[in-house]
């Protein structure tokens, strides 16, 4: 009898293994880093053994005010056990310093809150000039409406979360093969217009030079959420790749997706242009996380989402909670 009981005992926990160790039966927070640069981004996590509703996010500055805000959703990351998780982008604008990110689960009996800190490090951003003909002058100066109507439907559309869309978690890939970057995520640009008056920018994105009809790929699975020739950012195509998670692709010559359709990470998707503002041939590939755009490289080095490391998250957090 003992000798079967032991068999049965090491048949669960092999089957199961590390879970029956490592996750705990009170709710956890979990944050993947302390501090950040701007661009980076932030997972959140909250595990309690009945998940909550709904998870939101709140990056707080040092005079109570909030800088960017996000939600969360339920993700089954191993087994039956699901965690709540979200991201909150940190902004190429945020002043290094003292910040704190506020998660908040809702549940049955009402809500819970934990607040940590959350320190900001500074990161230098190159500033450049770039000067525009005539007729780029009078489209970034143009007071049609149509720009206006344009820009307020992709906000929207970048500030819109579907819980089921998680498509893609691994890291991204580059769009375009071995173009070198003519821009920089989150240069700080002075253009200058064909009767010397300027105005001032940041770079949401990154330019890589490539000559037209250059193919470019979906950097992850993904779901064609828009597919318009746009006023500024000519032919534009934007994936939906994880809930609140968005890649965006400017000045396509030709689009060679369909709205609505799934993509898969490679698939090509367009050819280079210089479609709308563009002084010269590229692309402008660009990411958004709730609506704040973050450094595309960002999730080329770490990835969307790793199960592993939602479970080091939580079991991280309640052996230091326990001790
Ligand atoms: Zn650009």
């Not at 002058?137 to 998680?166: M, V």
């Amino acid at each position: 009898m003992k000798i079967f009981a032991f068999f049965l005992f090491t048949a669960l926990v092999l089957s199961f293994p590390c879970i029956s160790q490592e996750l705990p039966d009170t709710p956890v927070y979990a944050l993947s880093s302390e501090t950040g640069k701007p661009g980076e981004t932030v997972l959140a996590v909250y595990f309690a053994p009945v998940p909550p509703e709904s998870f939101s996010l709140h990056l707080i500055n040092n005079k109570e005010q909030v800088v960017a805000e996000s939600r969360g959703f339920l993700y089954e990351f191993t087994g039956s056990y699901a965690a709540a998780v979200g991201y909150i982008g940190l902004p190429s604008t945020l002043k290094p310093g003292n910040y704190s990110i506020q998660m908040e689960a809702a549940t049955m009996e009402g809500s819970v809150q934990e607040r940590r800190l959350f320190t900001v490090t500074e990161r230098k951003f190159i500033s450049e000039e770039i000067p525009l003909n005539m007729e780029m002058s009078d489209l970034r100066t143009s007071d049609d409406p149509r720009r206006y109507e344009e820009a307020q439907q992709l906000l929207e559309l970048l500030y819109t979360f579907n819980p089921g869309s998680a498509f893609h978690t691994g890291r991204f890939a580059l769009p375009v093969a071995e173009c070198p970057e003519s821009s920089h995520y989150g240069d700080r640009r002075e253009f200058i217009y064909i009767d010397n008056e300027t105005s001032n920018a940041i770079h949401n994105g990154i330019d890589f030079a490539a000559v037209t009809g250059t193919e470019v790929h979906a950097c992850g699975r993904g779901k064609t959420v828009l597919v318009q020739d746009r006023f500024i950012t000519g032919n534009t195509v934007v994936l939906e790749h994880f809930p609140g998670i968005y890649s965006l692709y400017f000045h396509l010559n030709s689009i060679d997706v369909e709205p609505g359709s799934i993509v898969e990470e490679g698939e090509v998707i367009g050819k280079v242009g210089k479609t709308g503002l563009a002084t010269g041939s590229h692309l402008h590939w660009e990411v958004r996380v709730s609506g704040v755009p973050v450094d595309p490289y960002f999730f080329i080095d770490s990835g969307v989402l790793d199960k592993d490391e939602i479970l080091d998250m939580i079991s991280e957090e309640s052996i230091q909670e326990g001790g």
